[in-house]
């Protein structure tokens, strides 16, 4: 037996807002019934886990995420950080290294914290 995550699931204080900015950030729409206002919203990651904002009466009140969203983008790590940077992430540490690895953490509107990663071209070029 075995079981399948149906949704990634994030607390929010504005689910409709949280999620506008993670369908900027993957590139994947809302449900099409997601309206400002809305209890919760969902985006709808092809191939993928949809990723679901539920409405809680409280922001985030943890230093650090439990839990978080590894990316890796389809462009280089540097240019997805410029990128996610200018549609409302944060920076909260940058672990890049001079030869090339590591990994940049950013954190959404709300607070949560995910990662960027190297892009598939740039890891397959590294020695």
């Known amino acids: 037996m075995s079981a399948t995550p149906h949704h990634i699931t994030f607390s929010s204080v ?3 807002a949280l ?3 993670w369908s900027g950030v993957t590139g994947a729409p809302l449900a099409d019934d997601d309206f400002a206002g809305d209890p919760e919203a969902s985006v709808l990651v092809p191939d993928g886990t949809p990723l679901l904002f539920v ?3 409280d922001g985030k009140t943890a ?8 990316l890796r983008p389809d462009t280089t790590r540097d240019e997805e950080v410029e990128r996610l940077l200018g549609i409302g992430a944060t920076l ?4 890049r290294r001079p030869d090339g690895r590591g990994w940049v953490v950013l954190a ?5 914290e995910f990662c960027v990663e190297r892009g ?3 890891k397959a070029a590294m020695p």
Do not use: I, S, Y
């Open 63 to 70: 230093a650090r995420n439990r839990v978080h969203l590894d």
């Open 120 to 122: 598939a071209a740039e």
């Open 19 to 21: 999620a506008t900015f």
């Open 108 to 112: 959404d509107p709300e607070g949560n």
């Open 14 to 16: 504005d689910p409709f």
């Open 92 to 95: 909260v540490d940058d672990q």
């Open 55 to 57: 409405r809680v009466p």
